[in-house]
């Protein structure tokens, strides 16, 4: 079975670019999240959805992040304008409900130059 | 103080070596738990979940004590592949995981 895909796996830009990470959950799976991970701060959930909505984006660290899923296998994490700051690896999860474990996807590894 | 707070490690053991790790939540309502590893620039993975009644898994064994809001992790001989990072995360009923800052688990020959 597919796990988690997440795409692309590096992403190396320059500070002010845009930036779009892509994820494709287990089918099935309801439940969205994403993380970030750093040496610094350690795994942070941004947000996560239930049925294609957003039920806590209370870690978005701002409103240069943005987070949409239009459906229920497809997700997408934008940072626009990108600064050094959100260099990081970013990982995709998804669960069955809300007591089932997560799965992750491999992570998106982003450097902002 | 964080929601979940574990053992702040670096755990440094020999092969063969049974090691433990600790973990606390402080939210109440909480329903689920789970450990995960992480290796080196890899994703976490489902290591195990824990229940009530405690659980295990070959040489893992996990415990849950509800009234203390903690839960442990118990490696039996210890393997050198054991080494990697281990994540304590627990759900609260709305479905948000929240994970610890990770215990480090170097198994040594």
């Known amino acids: 079975d597919a796990g988690v895909i997440q795409s692309p796996r590096h992403e190396v830009t320059e500070m002010g670019q845009e930036v779009t990470l892509r994820c494709k959950p287990i089918s099935g799976h309801n439940s969205l999240f994403w993380y970030r991970q750093t040496m610094m701060r350690g795994l942070e959930l941004l947000i996560y959805?239930?049925?294609?909505?957003?039920?806590?984006d209370s870690g978005m660290p701002e409103d240069r992040f943005s987070a949409k899923m239009p459906n229920a296998s497809f997700s997408t994490l934008k940072i626009q304008p990108s600064e050094p700051r959100d260099s990081a690896v970013y990982f995709c999860?998804?669960?069955?409900?809300?007591?089932?474990?997560?799965?992750f996807g491999d992570g998106t590894r982003l450097s902002i130059l | 103080r964080k929601e979940v707070e574990q053992d702040p490690g670096p755990f440094n053991v020999p092969e063969g070596a049974t090691v433990a790790f600790n973990c606390t939540y402080s939210?109440?309502?909480?329903?689920?738990f789970f450990w995960y590893r992480q290796d080196c620039r890899k994703e976490p993975k489902l290591l195990m979940s824990v229940y009530s009644s405690g659980n295990e898994d070959g040489r893992f064994t996990a415990q849950l004590n509800r009234a203390s809001q903690y839960i442990s992790l118990l490696i039996r001989d210890s393997k050198l592949s054991d080494s990697a990072t281990y994540l304590c995360v627990v759900n609260t009923n709305a479905g948000k995981s929240t994970f610890g800052d990770g215990t480090t688990l170097t198994v040594k020959p």
């Open positions: 959805f239930n049925n294609n909505v957003p039920i806590d």
């Open positions: 999860a998804s669960s069955s409900r809300n007591h089932q474990p997560q799965h």
């Open positions: 939210n109440s309502a909480s329903q689920s």
